[in-house]
């Protein structure tokens, strides 16, 4: 995919402090429509704050946020129209226990879309459908397993209809065997071309869906490039022994 395909999102001179914290340092990153941005590095990198400041869960301190070429990133911006755009997956799921699956996904449908039940169901099984779940419509998270919690979760993300979908290391919270069905949905929604942000440590899902692969240290990007460059042939030292970690775990 060449550089003059059209960003749909692009994040420039982006910092981030927490207190005295630099955690953002004038980072760059630019997300072409319809592709799978990989991002890895060390645990404090400041991968989860890039990741929150594309749709406004963290503000930047500076920086610009450009979505479709606006910036978003500006006083009186509707983040939550923001958030519907571009969804998020988190690690944790984070789904209401004491609702269904179908209720899980419906209640943005109704309560920030304001569509009516019927409306906000037919969407809502449609998204189910589209991970696999729609036969757990009427289960609790308690009574799904992990993989299949964050399946839904996924699903309540489609059901907004978002143009870009940032994973949070989504499949670090479950047991081995329940990650493969979370990675097939992950690459069944790259294959029907949405736009997504993956952060996470599943090399061999990178190097299979990934279009461009970024490694972040110390709040910065200090390499990128495709996934085979970045994961096989790394030039920068700090990359090759993460990824000399990863293999040894
Ligand atoms: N809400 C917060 N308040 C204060 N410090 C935070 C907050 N979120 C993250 N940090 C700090 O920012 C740095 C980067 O964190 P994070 O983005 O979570 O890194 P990663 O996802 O790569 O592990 C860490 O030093 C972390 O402690
Ligand atoms: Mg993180």
């Known amino acids: 995919m060449g550089n003059s395909s059209p960003a749909i999102l692009e994040l420039k001179n982006i910092h981030k402090h927490f207190g005295a914290n630099h955690v953002l340092k ?3 990153l630019r997300v072409q429509s319809g592709s799978l941005v990989f991002i890895i590095g060390p645990s404090g990198s400041g991968k989860s704050t890039l990741l929150r400041c594309c ?6 301190d500076s920086g610009r946020v450009l979505f479709k070429g606006e910036d978003i990133n500006l006083k009186g911006v509707d983040v939550n129209l923001v958030r519907q755009k571009i969804g998020m997956v988190f690690q944790s799921f984070n789904l209401y226990p004491h609702m269904n699956a179908l209720s899980n996904v419906s209640l943005a449908l109704r ?3 304001k569509l009516s039940s019927a409306e906000s169901q037919e969407l809502s099984l449609a998204a189910l459908d589209r991970v696999g779940m729609r036969h757990k419509a009427d289960s609790l998270p308690s009574e ?5 919690q964050q399946r839904v979760a996924i699903a309540r993300s489609l059901a907004l209809k978002p143009d870009i979908l940032l994973f949070d290391e989504p499949t670090s919270a479950l047991d081995p065997e329940l990650v493969g069905g979370v990675l097939k949905v992950m690459r069944e929604l790259r294959e029907s071309g949405m736009t997504m942000v993956v952060v996470s440590h599943e090399m061999s899902f990178a190097k299979a869906a990934a279009d461009h692969a970024v490694f972040m240290d110390q709040g910065k990007i200090i390499e990128e490039g495709t996934a085979s460059q970045l994961f096989e042939n790394p030039s920068n030292a700090r ?4 990824l000399a970690t990863l293999k040894h775990d």
Do not use: A, I, R
């Open 144 to 148: 799904l397993s992990g993989g299949q």
């Open 239 to 242: 990359v090759k022994e993460f």
């Open 55 to 60: 749709n406004l869960l963290e503000t930047p």
């Open 26 to 28: 004038d980072v760059d």
């Open 111 to 113: 309560k920030v879309l």
